[in-house]
């Protein structure tokens, strides 16, 4: 009875205690069923599950594909499925990750800075027009030439294009001085 009692009282010690698994452990794929959604979820929804995994991302640096080809955001699973899959069936999809994604920091939206950029185009939701190309808001034309920041930003692309400080710095004067003249403006 000694052992009897043992073992039960090291058995019960055993389960009382958290189940450590080695860091190489992998589960045996033939033993794991996975629950997948159900057909009427989106793909939107997915995308945000893989987001929240993964995190350090935004769905639209995801992609989830059926067949190779990309679902649109606003259909269900059923909708891109079709008839092709059985109820209680398994259908196949990849996620792709575009570059960059995976930048290790998501932005602070307490920040107050947000990109002042709205995209354009009449399709219907989760359709690309060939009008999906960013439109700047905000301050434009020759407003923006009237600024000190887009001096510096012209003075950054220069001495990275050009790679020579002093040409950079030349060539921004150059430029400069011609806007000025053109503008009405004295040399």
């Known amino acids: 009875m000694t052992e009897l009692s043992f073992a039960k009282s090291f058995l019960a010690i055993l389960d009382s205690r958290p189940i450590k698994l080695q860091s190489d452990y992998a589960a045996d794929p033939k033993i794991f069923e996975p629950k997948g959604p159900p057909l009427t979820t989106s793909v939107l929804?997915?995308?945000?599950?893989?987001?929240?995994?993964?995190?350090?991302?935004?769905?639209?640096?995801?992609?989830?594909?059926?067949?190779?080809?990309?679902?649109s955001d606003s259909k269900s699973l059923k909708?891109?499925?079709?008839?092709?899959?059985?109820?209680?069936?398994?259908?196949?999809f990849s996620v792709m990750i575009m570059g960059g994604a995976a930048s290790g920091e998501k932005p602070d939206p307490s920040a107050g800075t947000s990109p002042d950029v709205?995209?354009?185009?009449?399709?219907s939701a989760g359709e690309q027009t060939k009008d999906d190309a960013p439109i700047a808001q905000g301050m434009s034309g020759k407003r923006v030439l009237d600024t000190e920041e887009f001096w510096n930003d012209l003075?950054?692309?220069?001495?990275?294009?050009?790679?020579?400080?002093?040409?950079?710095?030349?060539?921004?004067?150059?430029f400069r001085s011609a806007w000025s003249f053109a503008d009405g403006g004295q040399v």
Do not use: H, W
Not at 118 to 123: A, N, S
């Open 118 to 123: 709205v995209m354009g185009g009449t399709g």
């Open 155 to 174: 003075q950054g692309f220069l001495t990275q294009r050009i790679r020579d400080q002093e040409v950079a710095e030349e060539a921004l004067k150059l």
């Open 79 to 92: 909708d891109v499925v079709g008839d092709e899959v059985p109820p209680g069936g398994e259908a196949e």
């Open 45 to 71: 929804d997915l995308k945000q599950a893989v987001v929240e995994n993964i995190g350090n991302t935004s769905t639209e640096k995801i992609k989830l594909l059926y067949k190779k080809k990309p679902c």
